[in-house]
């Protein structure tokens, strides 16, 4: 069984950083992709940032590349994301998500707030 754990969220100002975590449990798969999407109210989920288990990243939005950063520690349990500049835009809960195979798993959210 697979588990996934979001923290780092929270409430900050324009223009602050927010670094999420998603700490994973149970079997770590060879071959996998992990993202992370985010939804705001009356919206769809959307892919934000995502690592394969090669570590290929891509972006969704080439305007989030320049101010969110995606990695993983080097024992690959855990994904990061480093949002800088945020924007009010960016309010939504935070999910992680891990794509093995017919495996699919989420983690419950976080919820990042950008307001002043």
């Known amino acids: 069984q697979v588990q996934l754990v979001e923290s780092g969220g929270g409430l900050v100002q324009p223009g602050g950083s927010l670094r999420l975590s998603c700490a994973v449990t149970?079997?770590?798969?060879?071959?996998?992709?992990m993202g992370w999407f985010r939804q705001a109210p009356g919206k769809q989920r959307e892919l934000v940032a995502g690592?394969?288990?090669?570590?290929?990243?891509?972006y969704a939005e080439d305007s989030l590349k320049g101010r969110f950063t995606i990695s993983r520690s080097n024992d690959k349990s855990t994904m990061y994301l480093q949002m800088n500049s945020l924007k009010p835009e960016d309010t939504a809960v935070y999910y992680c998500?891990?794509?093995?195979?017919?495996?699919?798993?989420w983690g419950q959210g976080t919820q990042v707030t950008v307001s002043s």
């Open positions: 998500r891990i794509l093995a195979g017919r495996y699919d798993y």
């Open positions: 149970g079997n770590i798969f060879s071959n996998y992709f």
């Open positions: 690592i394969t288990s090669s570590g290929k990243i891509n």
